[in-house]
């Protein structure tokens, strides 16, 4: 980009060249290389489109989760919570063995045991680590003896990676002297479904949150 001085203003191109108007001052730069049509037919742009496409994918599924999640995501104040997860979301779509590259899922990352691991290990700004806390299996939550959370709050997500959709119900589990307590089943297992809890005090803070 370069400035000029003319006595004649000229705006637009002008063979390879394109002259505008920026901040009061005239401009001249080369038109750019890049071309609609050549990127989306050329071969030699196929890795880039193959990107472009998984990248486009894993922005909207994070989107959409931490959509639902926007309640406990203010609560954590991590002003670069969004570029956190949506590094975790690409990481997990490249655990999709099952789909050719560019079209790599999030949805057939979590499949995996390694997929869920990185989910479950994923930090929500400066809480606690939720594992510290208490564990699931089989749809019961249990509390290690020295966590002094008063009672829990799990929210059961289902995923819908095809139309970018999450359905959601959540539920309060109250310890009372109990180290598990059962929670309800609201999908069905063939579902995609991810689990999210935040553990409660007495004075209603939270004190841990994360993925289960």
């Not at 789909?99 to 999030?106: C, L, P």
Request: glycine fraction near 6%; charge should be positive; charged fraction near 30%.
């Amino acid at each position: 980009m370069a400035t000029y001085e003319s006595v004649i203003k000229i705006t637009g191109a002008v063979g390879d060249l394109v002259f505008y108007t920026l901040n009061g001052k005239n401009v001249v730069r080369k038109k750019s290389g890049f071309n609609k049509a050549a990127f989306k037919k050329n071969p030699s742009y196929e890795k880039v489109r193959q990107n472009s496409s998984e990248f486009g994918h894993c922005s909207k599924i994070g989107k959409i989760i931490r959509k639902s999640l926007e309640v406990y995501i203010k609560e954590a104040g991590d002003p670069l919570l969004y570029q956190k997860f949506a590094k975790v979301m690409t990481t997990i779509k490249d655990l999709d063995t099952l789909s050719e590259r560019g079209k790599r899922t999030v949805e057939n990352g979590l499949k995996t045991e390694d997929g869920r691991k990185l989910l479950r290990e994923f930090q929500l700004g400066t809480f606690h680590d939720i594992s510290d806390c208490v564990r699931m299996k089989d749809h019961v939550l249990y509390k290690n003896e020295l966590c002094r959370s008063e009672y829990a709050v799990i929210m059961t997500m289902k995923l819908d990676a095809e139309n970018y959709s999450i359905e959601s119900s959540e539920e309060i589990v109250h310890w009372n002297q109990q180290q598990d307590k059962s929670f309800k089943k609201y999908f069905s297992e063939d579902d995609i479904l991810i689990y999210f809890v935040a553990l409660k005090n007495e004075n209603d803070k939270i004190t841990h949150m994360g993925f289960v």
